[in-house]
Each structure stands twice: as structure tokens, then as C-alpha cells.
T-cell receptor, first 111, second 113 residues
Framework: GESVGLHLPTLSVQEGDNSIINCAYSNSASDYFIWYKQESGKGPQFIIDIRSNMDKRQGQRVTVLLNKTVKHLSLQIAATQPGDSAVYFCAENSNTGKLIFGQGTTLQVKP | DAGVIQSPRHEVTEMGQEVTLRCKPISGHDYLFWYRQTMMRGLELLIYFNNNVPIDDSGMPEDRFSAKMPNASFSTLKIQPSEPRDSAVYFC???????????FGAGTRLSVL
């Protein structure tokens, strides 16, 4: 059948709450994972990365968790702010050496 | 540093016309990437260069697309002839030593009528 436009999953949170954005990756051979943030009208911006030999990595207000058993990645944002409103992409680097980006999740922060 | 600079920011053209997108990477970066972003297909890698040499062009959709990097500070992505299905946002990104931590430009929004 004819393909239809994709609608990105959307997470809506209240300002000040914590946000959790999830991502399932496909390649069990991937050994490096990155989260990018894309604000409206801009290019993606690196947020945080994690290697496959780690389960958790923390940055400023952000934490990335990696569960290799179920091939799942999550990005936690503490005390979400209006400036966090954006589309968030997870990306994986498999043994091809190239970054493969996921479809993205839209985060909406309500004041 | 001004970051990755792309031009033009917006391009509207008619089907069959040649389109040239331009990119100036961050000074000193040795990797340069061209991506295409659409709602249907997301963010797709078209081609990337290392030290001005094309390394992987497997993402280039067809022969109508070509990319060059004549020197470390400039790259072009050309579409000839353009088709309506080429309408998308095209991003250029650069990185230093690391394929993964890439710095993106603001993109060129291409509309082919």
C-alpha cells in the first residue's frame, strides 16, 4: 500500500518534571550510542554519548541508560525546561562505522 | 568559531533544474557529512568525506546526486536534474577525528516544484 507520512512519537511534560525518552536500537553489534537534540529550524546537536561497555552515563541534567539485553536506550532529562522542547534522536554506530539515526521523539514542555 | 555554515538556507527551484548546496565545515575538522532529512525517511546519511576524500557514498540516492570536496574548507552537494521527490532539508556536518560527535549546520530547505 501507499506509505503515509510518519508522525513522530510525542512526549508532553510539565516544566520542572523529569522526562524520559526511549529508543530501541536494531543492531546488537553496535558499540556506541549517542543522543542528539534538534530544535525547530536547526540542525541536530550532540547531547551525550555512551559506549556499550557502560550501562549509565551522566551529564548536566541528562542521564543516558543502556540496556544491551533488550537493545534499549533511554535519555533522562531532570527538571525539564521550556528550552528542552525539541526532537530527540538516538543514534547508533554499528560496525559499518556510520551513525544510524532513529526516527526521533518530540518533547513538548508545558509551562 | 562560527560553526558549520551552509548556503543557501532555502532553495526553491523547478523540476529539471540543477541545484547546488554548499557547506563550509568547522576549521580543522577532518570529517564532513551530507545528510538528507524528510518526515518519511528521517535523517539519512548520503555521503561522507575524510580529509577531502569520499569514503562512503552508498547513501547517495542515484546518479543525479554528486558531492565534491575540493579542499578542507568547502564542499558541495549537487542535484542534476532535480525532481520533486528531492524536496527535503539537507544538512552538512563536520567532526574532528570522531565519526560520532558531529557538528551540524542549520541546513538547506530545498523545495522542488
Amino acid at each position: 500500500g501507499e506509505s503515509v507520512g510518519l508522525h513522530l512519537p510525542t512526549l508532553s511534560v510539565q516544566e520542572g518534571d523529569n522526562s524520559i525518552i526511549n529508543c530501541a536500537y536494531s543492531n546488537s553489534a553496535s558499540d556506541y550510542f549517542i543522543w542528539y537534540k534538534q530544535e525547530s529550524g536547526k540542525g541536530p546537536q550532540f547531547i551525550i554519548d555512551i559506549r556499550s561497555n557502560m550501562d549509565k552515563r551522566q551529564g548536566q541534567r541528562v542521564t543516558v541508560l543502556l540496556n544491551k539485553t533488550v537493545k534499549h536506550l533511554s535519555l533522562q532529562i531532570a527538571a525539564t525546561q521550556p528550552g528542552d522542547s525539541a526532537v530527540y534522536f538516538c543514534a547508533e554506530n554499528s560496525n559499518t562505522g556510520k551513525l544510524i539515526f532513529g526516527q526521533g521523539t518530540t518533547l513538548q514542555v508545558k509551562p | 568559531d562560527a560553526g558549520v555554515i551552509q548556503s543557501p538556507r532555502h532553495e526553491v527551484t523547478e523540476m529539471g533544474q540543477e541545484v547546488t548546496l554548499r557547506c563550509k565545515p568547522i576549521s580543522g575538522h577532518d570529517y564532513l557529512f551530507w545528510y538528507r532529512q524528510t518526515m518519511m525517511r528521517g535523517l539519512e546519511l548520503l555521503i561522507y568525506f575524510n580529509n577531502n576524500v569520499p569514503i562512503d557514498d552508498s547513501g547517495m540516492p542515484e546518479d543525479r546526486f554528486s558531492a565534491k570536496m575540493p579542499n578542507a574548507s568547502f564542499s558541495t552537494l549537487k542535484i542534476q536534474p532535480s525532481e520533486p521527490r528531492d524536496s527535503a532539508v539537507y544538512f552538512c556536518a563536520s567532526s574532528l577525528f570522531d565519526l560520532n560527535i558531529q557538528y551540524f549546520g542549520a541546513g538547506t530547505r530545498l523545495s522542488v516544484l
